[in-house]
């Protein structure tokens, strides 16, 4: 059980396009889930804290109008990358909270963007 | 903010040699967890610690939480080629949210 999907895997755009990532939780429903940011060899970053119904909190320096989030339903949030550029090129990692007797987390299999 | 910094950055053992890791808050954790990643994939919850004190053993591994709760440490008995990968420790923030440490990435030499 607690299962997370993310789609695409990987995904190559041009300069000033945008970018749509897809975070599911398959086998349990998640009030809460995050998203963060790793670039190679380096630690995960917290971008911000989605939850269903409200709107995204986001960490000092991420810029909301640029990493626009939804959490629409408890199964699924989205993380658009707005007017890509190449410095935003990484590897996005979603996480969702199956709160019960732990605060564990279920990462999804993240998603590789790489801007042109 | 809380900042959580781990030690060493990279380890690199000979098969059947041990291996540590530790970990220190600027702040007291309520709740500390370990994940583990693999190169190429993401990270996968391995314990999570929220008393003082605390001491849990995974089969080789032996997870530490210290008696003011702002540090802790991971221990694996006799590595395996298997327990390459990087072993990141996190402090649960008031929001739920992880604060990542840096991470140790361990290397197993057969």
């Known amino acids: 059980g607690a299962v997370v999907s993310q789609h695409p895997s990987w995904v190559i755009c041009k300069s000033g396009t945008s970018v749509k990532i897809e975070c599911r939780s398959l086998?349990?429903?998640?009030?809460?889930m995050f998203w963060y940011r790793q670039f190679p060899k380096q630690s995960l970053m917290l971008m911000a804290t989605s939850n269903e119904g409200s709107k995204a909190t986001y960490e000092q320096g991420v810029e909301k109008d640029k990493f626009l989030i939804n959490h629409a339903s408890l199964t699924l949030s989205t993380l658009t990358v707005t007017s890509a550029h190449p410095e935003d090129s990484s590897f996005y990692i979603c996480?969702?909270?199956?709160?019960?007797?732990?605060?564990?987390?279920?990462f999804g299999p993240g998603t590789r963007l790489t801007v042109t | 903010g809380q900042q959580v910094m781990q030690i060493p950055q990279y380890q690199h053992v000979q098969e059947g040699e041990d291996f540590t890791t530790y970990c220190n808050s600027s702040?007291?954790?309520?709740?500390i967890q370990w994940y583990k990643q693999r190169p190429g994939g993401h990270p996968v919850f391995l314990i999570q610690l929220v008393k003082s004190g605390e001491v849990k053993k995974q089969k080789r591994l032996t997870f530490q939480f210290g008696e003011a709760k702002k540090n802790s440490s991971l221990h694996i008995t006799a590595t395996q080629t298997t327990d390459v990968g990087t072993y990141f420790c996190?402090?649960?923030?008031?929001?739920?949210?992880?604060?990542f440490g840096k991470g140790t990435s361990l290397l197993v030499t057969p």
């Open positions: 702040t007291t954790l309520s709740n």
């Open positions: 996190a402090g649960l923030n008031s929001g739920y949210a992880l604060n």
């Open positions: 086998d349990f429903q998640a009030t809460t």
């Open positions: 996480s969702a909270g199956a709160w019960g007797k732990s605060y564990e987390q279920y």
